[in-house]
């Protein structure tokens, strides 16, 4: 008698645990670093960085927003 397997189709994300999901998202540290580096930039030359500088701190917390990250 020969018996025959179901399988189902299933994305590798629902397969694996949450646990190692959150594993795979890259660090804070390692993600937008340019946006990073000229904002810092920006943030030392400047005698007003918050506000000479604000744009590229928008463009640094949307970039780690679209990483996942709440900044």
Known sequence: MAFETATLNTSKETEKP???????????CCVCLD?????????????????QCADLITEYKNCMKGYGFNV
């Open 35 to 51: 946006q990073k580096q000229a904002r810092d930039e920006c943030m030392l030359i400047s005698e007003d960085g918050r506000k």
């Open 18 to 28: 949450i646990t190692e999901i959150k594993a795979e998202r890259p660090k804070p």
